[in-house]
């Protein structure tokens, strides 16, 4: 594949102690770049060029990682939709929320529309891309997957759904370049301009079991969500049945 | 005729040999720079012959004296051989001294010779089923040829059909003990082994020292490579320590992971380096394969990469580096250093830690705790024991250093056993608290050098803002870590494991204990307590001040076997046929004990993780805990009280 792939990386934040790490769902994005593009891939930072933790990207084999320099609190969108425009790219991939920083998840979104692409929320697997149209697996809950024809350029969050990353390697970590990129900085002002307050979790809802059985349990845990468009055909001729079984397959887009 | 021959024959096979000993040491000089002291190490090589390899020889004892008639007799033979033969000095009495020599030899060699009748599995056939005769064909050759020169049979006796008979004898027992020993055939052991001993990378070694700590990465130095990924990035002194192999299988017979059917073989392993810095396959070994790998699939060289050629990668990860093979090795070879500087390279430049391995590096690099615990509840467990920190102290006598059993369930309550007996003895001690770290101990045998210094430079800057005189620990692996390798950066402390301050504290009769009650205890020696740090007496010396017989296994002290839990195994996982610590619940269970102390957090964790039924396990800690008395020792004295009135 000889596709032009960049994955946007940001600083994530362990979960338990809260220290500065490599962000899950970047370092997917990552993976999913170097087995598309291998050593083709690009990656890119917008932040603090001086931050540690950037090396553990490096550490996955990356030669050079790209660091849109940027203080604390500046608007990552305008440079990063300005040097995705410049750089040619057709894929994108990002993690779908930071660990850090607002959080929002709204990223992706934001940079899709800058640049007026299609964004896939949750990619999970790229089968093939031929003639500017990728083939593309989206996940869906449950392990579902939905395939997708997207055109090139295109954006894509990946979460959990997308493969493992690889190790972090000290070696590479430490061979590898970051590369400077000075960009006009633009101030985030919802980000500077909002009061931060600690987020509260949500009421959980009250979880009544009616399963009586360990099957029930395991088919509750289990069973895809029904979604109760089916009807119950009966005394039907095997013409007519045949019909509304074509009328169905047709809509489903099985058979074309 | 043999008097024109012989000479011939023996400065040939001493020039080959000389070529073959040249060609060798270029072998090995592929390898890295180390620093020894060659001429002080060759001085001090025969006192290391004679008795720190000796020593371990002699475990067992049909081999030792043995070896001691073969060697001894050979070399005897050989310079008195080159003497009389090679020189031609027809001197009666020194004729008479290598017949002496000879009748030694083959002495020692018609043992040799019993033992490989019906070989154990352990021993390498092959050419070393050879060695026998060509022992034999040696020694009876040089007697017979020497004959004459002592007088006893005139010097033409036998005619042309003896003479050359004994010289086809003497041309195959100097092809084997002279070419041989330095082109590869068994007897480079002797060649190789000397000189291994002479420049050993670990000198403190000798002498009844010891020295177990792994040496560290310079990770300043960018031109150093991260680890060992081809032979020649090992040292030259690891390389020939390689090559002194002489495949005796004592190691293979000590591993607990060979034993469990996990792919290593010590020997084989050794083995293979050796084909790596000579060049070739593994096809020509004649020993037992590692578990599940079929012999002649795998090649290399010095400059091909050894993993994924020379080696599978399962096969270094499958290693518990609990240094059975180290402690058994008659040639004093280094296996584990070997695997940990080729996990290095896999971890550090390949990132290819096997399994959970990746996950808890990570979590050490964030969390300072292998398991990804918030760090903030790592002083959670002695939540209501109100314990001195020494951040508000700033001294005390004993730090106690907890260790990461902290997040542990199991381990919390030998801990809090720990904390018990500490009070009762009334030690001024405290903890780190939020202050202590991983100490690095899994990062470096799982190769992660960059992470190990990490947390092991952030603790020495810890405790170097406090007094103490003393850490004490209940985790070998930590008291290993901290007392031997703290001090490549500057961290020097006194450090003990709990059992030898409990023995102490025992000693002084600062604990008024009373008697453990029930059932027969066994006692399983750690690895990091007992080969890496020689403490096999102070646990024992505990249970027996609370009244209890050990009920020795037959594989305990220095031959104890590991539970599985060092190294990083659990968290590699490599699959085997059986589990490790299930053999040593074996081992335990043949004692017919009851209950069996341990003195580790990893022991604890793998023995207790064996299925039920099986006997209990418990710290030395908890037992001495449980077995203290409440009133203060010198109050056994009867209260004497005012009788009650009785109407």
Redesign the interface.
Known sequence: MNTQVISLVSIGAHPTSGRPRRAEQDARAVELGLQMAGDKLQVLHAGDIAEPTLRSYLGMGLAQLHVLEQPPGADALPVLSEYLRDAGAQVVLTGSQAETGEGSGMLPFLLAEHLGWPLIVGLAQVESIESGVALVLQALPRGQRRRLKVRLPFLATVDNAAPKPRQSAYGPAQRGELAAHEVEVEADELFTGAVLQPAKPRPKRLKVIKAKSGADRMKAATAKASGGGGQVLKGLSPEAGAEAILKLLLEEGVVR | MLNTLLPILLFAALGLAVLGALRRAAMWRRGRASKVDLIKGLLAMPKRYMVDLHHVVARDKYIANTHVATALGFVLSALLAVLVHGFGLHNRILGVALLLASVLMFVGATFVYLRRRNPPSRLSKGPWMRLPKSLMAFSVSFFLVTLPVAGVLPADFGGWLLAALLSVGVLWGVSEMFFGMTWGGPMKHAFAGALHLAWHRRAERFGGGRSTGLKPLDLNDKSAP?GVEKPKDFTWNQLLGFDACVQCGKCEAACPAFAAGQPLNPKKLIQDMVVGLAGGTDAKFAGSAYPGKPIGEHRGNPHQPIVNGLVDADTLWSCTTCRACVEECPMMIEHVDAIVDMRRHL???????PNK??EV??NL????NPG????GGRLNWAADLNLPLLSEKGRCEVLFWVGDGAFDMRNQRTLRAFVKVLKAAKVDFAVLGLEERDSGDVARRLG????FQLLATRNIQTLAKYNFTRIVTCDPHSFHVLKNEYGAFNGDYVVQHHSTFMAELIGHGALNLGQHKGSSVTYHDPCYLGRYNGEYEAPRQVLRALGIEVKEMQRSGYRSRCCGGGGGAPITDIPGKQRIPDMRMDDIRTTGAELVAVGCPQCTAMLEGVVEPRPLIKDIAELVADALLDEPAPAKAPITREPAEVH
């Open positions: 991260l971890t550090l430049e390949k990132g290819a830690t391995g990746a590096l990570e690099i964030a969390t300072d990804g615990f918030a760090p992660d050098e960059a992470t």
